[in-house]
């Protein structure tokens, strides 16, 4: 037994064990009982008949050990999700575009099939473009007109009708409409460039070819 500890607080090492461990002057014990005062400060378990050391007990870590490594450990785990998804993310794409080359392969007899394509979407939106901007000179006809009656109005110091008025408000609303349309249908017409331009490109390093006939893989 350790001198000034009771048979009430130590802890006996088990079978053939002793306890190698430091006191608080920085002095160190081997003895067969273990004070649970120094069981948060690190010890070793050593073998009674060789004194190897069988296994060692690292001291108990502070509350700031504690919250740094809490914070370590965050941001590891933030570090390992944020990979999973940069790996998820990689696969999803890998995943895309292996699909999207078997629907090129299996379309597409040439990358003329896709230029061909392309165009009639292209000619088809031109179609739609061509319409919306005859409404649009349609429209700003219509204002002008409506804009001379109603400066006839004002010179005759006569209030315009209701119904001038409205109509008026009413084919403006519709003119900016009809603009915003043709933003729209432009924008689209970009996109289809880009996207079959992109397919074209993808279709002829996959086949080598630049627009000849080649056998669809399927």
């Not at 070793?44 to 004194?51: I, P, S």
């Not at 061909?116 to 901007?133: C, G, P, T, W, Y």
């Not at 996109?191 to 893989?217: M, N």
């Amino acid at each position: 037994m350790l001198a000034g500890f009771a048979a009430s607080d130590v802890l006996a090492a088990g079978g053939g064990s002793l306890y190698r461990f430091r006191d608080e002057a920085g002095r160190m014990h081997v003895a067969s009982s273990l004070p649970p005062a120094y069981a948060q400060t690190g010890y070793e378990v050593l073998d009674r008949d060789t004194l190897k050391v069988r296994y060692r007990v690292e001291p108990a870590l502070s509350a700031e050990q504690l919250n740094q490594q809490a914070q370590r450990d965050k941001a590891d785990a933030t570090a390992k999700a944020a990979a999973q998804e940069a790996e998820n993310a990689r696969a999803q794409t890998l995943a895309a575009q292996q699909n999207h080359d078997r629907m090129l392969l299996q379309t597409y007899a040439s990358s003329a099939d896709i230029r061909r394509l392309r165009d009639s979407k292209l000619e088809s939106h031109s179609q739609i473009l061509r319409a919306v901007e005859n409404t649009i000179g349609h429209l700003r006809r219509n204002l002008q007109q409506m804009d001379a009656t109603l400066a006839e109005h004002k010179a005759a110091g006569r209030a315009p009708p209701v119904t001038l008025v409205n109509a008026r408000a009413k084919t403006a609303a519709d003119l900016i409409a009809q603009e915003q349309a043709v933003s729209r249908i432009q924008g689209e017409q970009e996109a289809i460039r880009a996207t079959f331009g992109a397919d074209i490109e993808r279709y002829q390093r996959l086949t080598g070819k630049t627009g000849s006939s080649v056998t669809a893989q399927r």
